[in-house]
Nanobody, 119 residues
Framework: QVRLVESGGGLAQPGESLSLSCEAS????????MSWYRQAPGKERELVAS???????TYADSLRGRFTISRDDALNTVYLKMSNLEPGDTAAYYC?????????????WGQGTQVTVSS
């Protein structure tokens, strides 16, 4: 089991920046990929960004350029820097991790952190 704990959400005004953190209970180097998802009220959960342990960073096309995913291996933490926030970014943001156990791909979720963008 991998436990993921998010932090850093809160209230921001349009145009401001926020950074989210996701600390894993295991070495993130042992994981296949870590991602951020978000879910706005009444909408489906959507993929925001992914960071493959031995691969590229990928972003939702609509968020490329404003959101940046990064990691600190020593702290087992993945970050999401969100810039130039818009009201449409209001959502619960969830950290997700996947790892292979043999040929099985296991998936783990954090509890989520709320981001509200409003003037």
């Amino acid at each position: 089991q991998v436990r993921l704990v998010e932090s850093g959400g809160g209230l921001a005004q349009p145009g401001e920046s926020l950074s989210l953190s996701c600390e894993a209970s295991t070495s993130i180097l042992s994981l296949y990929v870590m991602s951020w998802y978000r879910q706005a009220p009444g909408k489906e959960r959507e993929l925001v960004a992914s960071l493959f342990t031995r691969g590229p960073r990928t972003y939702a096309d609509s968020l490329r350029g404003r959101f940046t995913i990064s990691r600190d291996d020593a702290l087992n933490t993945v970050y999401l820097k969100m810039s130039n926030l818009e009201p449409g970014d209001t959502a619960a943001y969830y950290c997700n991790a996947k790892r292979y156990s043999g040929t099985q791909l296991e998936e783990f979720w954090g509890q989520g952190t709320q981001v509200t963008v409003s003037s």
